[in-house]
């Protein structure tokens, strides 16, 4: 009995030290809003699905979700998701893919009509963008937004649709060229709010110089926890938390969001993911004001909320 006690004496005083880490993982999140959540239900594989997202974001004391769907609007998503949890701010958007019919106006104003009113994000071509196809070196059909480099006009036509309904334009991925094409046009035709998809993720790669050009020219820049962690497959990850601090810090922090690009199966879920990447900034020297900056001024400011 007494050897029991002790056993038990000496896991309460190492206790804490055993859950350290996986207690990191529950850093506050209050007001931290995810822009870039993908979950089920998806024709990808998920690892949770919106309506349990939702339930864990809140309970970590987040304030949002931007769920994304690379193949369908998630506009009635976010509809349902903000019934079965109240207390959260879930919103969706539409990927402009092949299976939305591309540059699709006519997908955008049917979005815009969905009950409930929550889709607010317009994400140029990602999976399917001319960009993107040709560098995963696939033969198979792509949508472009480009040629001889000037948007086409069907992509000027969704940014003016944009602007009337004072949705946020994302970038998705467009290569660089074209994110900054996207960029100028969205500040001339008086797009209020803008988003660098991953700026420097694959297939983007933005250059810090071509960040700067776009936070000039109204921008968020976008970067993503998910960019980081190295796949399965044996290869180095896509960008460095290093390389993120060091473009933070040249683009300015006021330019800048910070979101998870999370939900695939055997990573992280979205807050941990979330926690985890402020903890690495944290040790790169990015302040926590400016992380609450990026995390939560910035992106609700992008979406358009006080």
Same mark, same amino acid.
């Given at each position: 009995?007494?050897?029991?006690?002790?056993?038990?004496?000496?896991?309460?005083?190492?206790?804490?030290?055993?859950?350290?880490?996986?207690?990191?993982?529950?850093?506050?999140?209050?007001?931290?809003?995810?822009?870039?959540?993908?979950?089920?239900?998806?024709?990808?594989?998920?690892?949770?699905?919106?309506?349990?997202?939702?339930?864990?974001?809140?309970?970590?004391?987040?304030?949002?979700?931007?769920?994304?769907?690379?193949?369908?609007?998630?506009?009635?998503?976010?509809?349902?998701?903000?019934?079965?949890?109240?207390?959260?701010?879930?919103?969706?958007?539409?990927?402009?893919?092949?299976?939305?019919?591309?540059?699709?106006?006519?997908?955008?104003?049917?979005?815009?009509?969905?009950?409930?009113?929550?889709?607010?994000?317009?994400? &140029?071509?990602?999976?399917?963008?001319?960009?993107?196809?040709?560098?995963?070196?696939?033969?198979?059909?792509?949508?472009?937004?480009?040629?001889?480099?000037?948007?086409?006009?069907?992509?000027?036509?969704?940014?003016?649709?944009?602007?009337?309904?004072?949705?946020?334009?994302?970038?998705?991925?467009?290569?660089?060229?074209?994110?900054?094409?996207?960029?100028?046009?969205?500040?001339?035709?008086?797009?209020?709010?803008?988003?660098?998809?991953?700026?420097?993720?694959?297939?983007?790669? &933005?250059?810090?110089?071509?960040?700067?050009?776009?936070?000039?020219?109204?921008?968020?820049?976008?970067?993503?926890?998910?960019?980081?962690?190295?796949?399965?497959?044996?290869?180095?990850?896509?960008?460095?938390?290093?390389?993120?601090?060091?473009?933070?810090?040249?683009?300015?922090?006021?330019?800048?969001?910070?979101?998870?690009?999370?939900?695939?199966?055997?990573?992280?879920?979205?807050?941990?993911?979330?926690?985890?990447?402020?903890?690495?900034?944290?040790?790169?020297?990015?302040?926590?004001?400016?992380?609450?900056?990026?995390?939560?001024?910035?992106?609700?400011?992008?979406?358009?909320?006080?």
């Amino acid at each position: 009995m007494r050897r029991v006690w002790w056993i038990g004496f000496a896991l309460l005083l190492i206790g804490p030290l055993l859950v350290a880490v996986p207690a990191r993982a529950q850093a506050d999140l209050t007001g931290v809003i995810d822009i870039h959540a993908h979950s089920d239900p998806d024709s990808m594989p998920r690892s949770i699905d919106a309506i349990d997202l939702a339930k864990l974001a809140k309970q970590r004391g987040m304030r949002g979700l931007v769920l994304k769907n690379h193949y369908e609007s998630t506009a009635a998503l976010a509809y349902i998701v903000r019934k079965e949890v109240p207390g959260i701010e879930i919103f969706g958007g539409i990927d402009l893919n092949r299976s939305v019919g591309g540059i699709n106006a006519a997908a955008i104003e049917r979005m815009v009509l969905m009950k409930g009113g929550w889709g607010k994000v317009v994400w &140029m071509p990602t999976f399917d963008n001319e960009n993107q196809v040709k560098a995963s070196k696939e033969n198979r059909p792509f949508v472009s937004v480009s040629k001889n480099g000037q948007l086409l006009p069907e992509v000027e036509e969704v940014i003016r649709l944009v602007a009337k309904h004072q949705l946020t334009l994302e970038t998705g991925h467009s290569s660089a060229a074209d994110g900054l094409l996207i960029v100028n046009a969205a500040r001339e035709a008086g797009v209020q709010h803008v988003v660098v998809t991953h700026a420097m993720a694959d297939p983007v790669r &933005m250059t810090i110089p071509q960040m700067q050009q776009a936070a000039r020219e109204g921008a968020y820049i976008e970067f993503v926890y998910g960019a980081t962690i190295p796949p399965n497959n044996g290869t180095l990850a896509a960008v460095s938390m290093s390389d993120y601090a060091k473009a933070i810090r040249a683009v300015g922090p006021q330019f800048c969001i910070l979101s998870s690009d999370l939900g695939q199966p055997g990573r992280p879920l979205h807050p941990d993911g979330l926690a985890q990447f402020f903890q690495a900034l944290r040790k790169e020297g990015i302040s926590q004001t400016d992380i609450d900056l990026m995390s939560k001024t910035n992106p609700a400011r992008a979406l358009g909320l006080q």
